[in-house]
């Protein structure tokens, strides 16, 4: 019997990986040893793992250098129009691999390194996380810009360089502790800092009004250092960029002041200003009013602006000469997408440079900001919306104030002739204010951004319908042309040929390798539905991700566990409308089950949760104690045996959901309906080969219509059910006297057998589900245990469970990231995607 192929054996057959050509290698080396002893100046015999994995980031960093070159004078010669992204966040992971991917360099980097006796995935793990998001939001806008690439479009993503990004997560003692990201502690290969394109912001100060217009005066200005970062399309020869800005105190700062204590002191302030892009601010759906971050929300806008106004202005590549100054082009050669709200100065930004700066009248300057300008709204939930005090706003940005009020008067009275429809509508123009009265006055950000925009989207059908029937539905019933649905995406090249090859592979053995730029092509796997051959081989690569996770979680967590079990993962920011809590109480409930009828044929299972709770957020992180310490009683009971473990996945990041999500068998998505905007670590693990359990929320409708509903597990309420339970009243009480089960998990919770030395820890939890539980998390509990039992019945029943997995595959093709931003560009934007590439520049030669 021949003996299996080693690791690297097996990677070279995989055609997705590129071509390892003999030339190819052999330059790979020699640049690589370059490095090593000019960039590093190291030697083979002091160099250390971090040093390899520094000479193979520039080797690599080099195939992109020409192309990006290329791709900038390309845009410059062309003139194409371009779209600026603007964003808090851009949670990007890992770049090496990633960049590999994408020029095909894959296998020859492998191999190279092979032959020089390194591990690449020894080196590819010294890499940092870029870790600068939160979750959904900040891991799309980096999902976006690969499809930017990949599709050929003239787009820049525009956003902060944190020092700090999100913090890294340990668990001590069942609870959550936070340690700070210090990701740039040893230097980041992918970014080039551009000081001179450096730009001033300005803060504080006052306004003064003169014949020929106002005068913003007496500020204090922050410097804006931008640094790029190179965004590789999937082999077309096109790099984009990121510029990401930094906050530096000018050289002056403070030292003109006379009443400052003196130069030490002065020179120590300056930190004061570079806090500004210090740190992420690490909450998901919630809104922190602090002066820091509107700090930071200006300070990005203000930096981009600029820029964005400078390139407009000068059309020649390197040239400095301004040959452009008709501002009524702008929306021809810009389109902004606001990512949030979070960049929604944006709008009153544009129009004080266009009115005070450029002395374009109001109407002229709104309508080139409006048509500029599109939103993209994340969340309904109340507490997420941003609504900045007034008197923070005077303070900090005194004329943006001034701004702001002006939009709102003309937007009141266009808004008083078109409600003239509605008579005695009194209580519409005050619901469509900017500004909202009654105690501390606060401008509501997101009416800002739909009053600004020509187009607004939700990010999934839902969510965009529910947008215009309740949140926005006064905006909607003015402009409904403005409303629009992008539902969102996620990119094949990470989410699937980087984190699953051996999946990648199988598939495109079956129908050629371009699925991978037009995912719609997966489609033609339903033909294979009966195909003995194609479920072997998909179930096989599935059963490799899980015995890999499982030796991961070994080696790096000291826990056991059962590959042959299911894997049921639960991985997203902990937060109570996600309801990881209605996963806790299955948990409990199988097993109180398992307990009461130990001899029966279980269906074994590995259920993981893993996510970062906000470090303000005292439920979230009660609700991560609660999971560690039901694993600590089920994990421990000889009984149970491993026919149920509880892990819960400590520090998830991207890097770990790459190696998590292609392992999973079943995708937890259970938010209560009307809730999660759309969700794409749903599509991440439908791509990767696991079926959902999950509610008729977000993109699951979608997914459900794409793969045929009989093919995920849904349960629960539908949005109409929970405002139906919202009007006669929701009574947790209820469903607690009625289900055995229930009651017995919850006095099991509350009576401390999940923590017998501290018997009321959870008593706040129990107290906020009987009482104020705002995401009815009972009212779904018995469809949900039902739906579970589905779930285990299939699962005994491989080959049927797999033909299901090919079917949710097949229906993932709507979820490529590429048809979400091909549908921006023509629908919001006016661009065009392309599928042409750019020429391959020669190889430079050294």
């Not at 980096?142 to 913090?167: H, N, P, Q, T, V």
């Not at 602006?305 to 050669?333: C, N, Y």
């Not at 129990?766 to 104020?772: A, F, K, Y």
Request: overall charge neutral.
């Amino acid at each position: 019997m021949s003996k299996p192929l080693s690791d690297h054996d097996r990677k070279k057959q995989i055609s997705v990986r590129g071509l390892a050509g003999v030339e190819n290698v052999a330059d790979l080396k020699q640049n690589f040893n370059r490095h090593l002893h000019f960039t590093l100046v190291k030697d083979r015999n002091v160099a250390t793992r971090r040093d390899y994995y520094f000479a193979l980031a520039h080797t690599v960093r080099d195939h992109l250098m020409g192309r990006w070159i290329r791709t900038q004078q390309h845009y410059y010669e062309k003139d194409p129009k371009r779209v600026y992204y603007i964003s808090l966040e851009f949670y990007m992971g890992r770049a090496l691999q990633n960049t590999m991917v994408n020029l095909a360099l894959e296998n020859a980097c492998d191999e190279a390194m092979y032959q020089m006796g390194l591990d690449m995935e020894e080196l590819e793990d010294m890499e940092e996380d870029a870790g600068l998001g939160n979750g959904g939001l900040g891991r799309l806008a980096a999902c976006f810009l690969d499809s930017m690439a990949s599709l050929g479009l003239a787009g820049y993503g525009y956003g902060i360089r944190y020092e700090f990004g999100i913090f890294n997560q340990k668990i001590v003692n069942g609870w959550q502790v936070e340690e700070a990201d210090d990701w740039l502690r040893f230097g980041n290969p992918w970014e080039k800092a551009r000081p001179e394109y450096m730009r001033p912001v300005h803060f504080y100060g006052k306004t003064e009004h003169h014949p020929d217009g106002v005068k913003w005066v007496d500020t204090q200005v922050v410097l804006a250092l931008p640094y790029d970062t190179p965004i590789p399309g999937y082999r077309n020869n096109i790099v984009n960029t990121m510029r990401l800005w930094s906050a530096k105190a000018p050289c002056e700062f403070n030292l003109k002041d006379f009443n400052v204590g003196g130069y030490i002191q002065a020179v120590l302030d300056r930190n004061l200003a570079e806090n500004i892009s210090r740190v992420l601010y690490p909450n998901d759906n919630f809104f922190e009013g602090k002066e820091l971050r509107l700090k930071q929300e200006y300070f990005v806008v203000s930096a981009t602006l600029q820029d964005i106004i400078r390139r407009f202005k000068v059309s020649k590549f390197g040239s400095r000469e301004i040959a452009r100054t008709d501002f009524s082009k702008l929306p021809e050669k810009v389109a902004i997408q606001l990512n949030d709200t979070h960049p929604a100065m944006a709008i009153p930004e544009l129009m004080r440079v266009l009115v005070d700066e450029e002395k374009l009248g109001w109407e002229t300057a709104w309508d080139i900001c409006v048509r500029t300008c599109a939103y993209t709204n994340h969340t309904v939930l109340p507490e997420a919306l941003e609504r900045w005090p007034v008197d923070l706003f005077a303070h900090l940005l005194p004329r943006h104030l001034e701004i702001v009020y002006e939009i709102n008067r003309r937007h009141l009275e266009a808004s008083g002739r078109v409600a003239a429809k509605f008579p005695g509508d009194q209580d519409r123009l005050r619901r469509m204010s900017l500004i909202e009265e009654g105690g501390q006055k606060r401008i509501n950000m997101a009416h800002l951004c739909i009053v600004g925009s020509h187009a607004v989207n939700g990010v999934a059908q839902i969510h965009s319908d529910i947008l215009k029937a309740t949140v926005f539905k006064d905006f909607y019933e003015m402009e409904p042309h403005k409303f629009q649905n992008k539902t969102n995406g996620i990119t094949p090249r990470r989410w699937l040929v980087m984190c699953n090859p051996g999946l990648a592979e199988v598939i495109a053995e079956r129908i050629g390798e371009d699925f991978i730029r037009d995912l719609d092509q997966l489609r033609s796997l339903c033909k294979y539905v009966n195909d003995e051959a194609f479920i072997r081989d998909v179930a096989k690569v599935k059963q490799e991700n899980k015995m890999k996770l499982a030796v991961h979680l070994e080696d790096h967590y000291k826990v056991k566990i059962n590959p042959n079990s299911m894997f049921d993962i639960q991985v997203k920011r902990i937060h109570e409308y996600k309801r990881q809590l209605l996963n806790c109480l299955h948990i409990i409930t199988y097993y109180n089950r398992i307990k009461k009828e130990p001899n029966k044929q279980w269906t074994p299972r590995t259920i993981m949760i893993g996510g970062k709770a906000a470090p303000g957020y005292h439920t979230a992180k009660m609700i991560i104690r609660l999971i560690t310490a039901i694993g600590e009683v089920v994990n421990n009971d000889p009984v149970v045996g491993d026919r149920l473990k509880v892990i819960f996945l400590e520090n998830y990041r991207v890097t770990l959901a790459e190696k998590v999500i292609p392992a999973a068998d079943l995708s937890e998505q259970i938010s209560t309906a009307g809730t999660e905007a759309s969700g794409t670590g749903n599509m991440k693990f439908m791509l990767n080969g696991a079926l959902t359990i999950g509610t008729m929320d977000g993109a699951n409708v979608e997914m459900a219509e794409e793969a045929g509903e009989g093919n995920l597990f849904i349960f629960g309420m539908r949005v109409d059910d929970v405002e139906a339970l919202d009007k006669k009243g929701y009574h947790a009480e209820e469903y607690y006297n009625r289900l055995p089960e229930l009651k017995q998990a919850i006095d099991q919770i509350s009576g401390g057998f999940f923590s017998p030395k501290q018997p009321d820890l959870f008593k706040e939890i129990v107290n906020m589900l009987m009482h104020h539980d705002r995401f009815k998390v009972f009212a779904d509990y018995e469809a949900y245990i039902k739906c579970q039992e589905d779930v285990n019945a299939l699962y005994k029943n491989p080959k049927e469970w797999t033909k299901k997995v090919i079917y949710n595959i097949a229906g993932c093709g709507k979820f490529s990231s590429d048809r979400t931003i091909a549908q921006y560009a023509r629908e919001i934007w006016g661009m065009e995607p392309t599928l042409e590439k750019l020429p391959s520049p020669d190889d430079i030669k050294v």
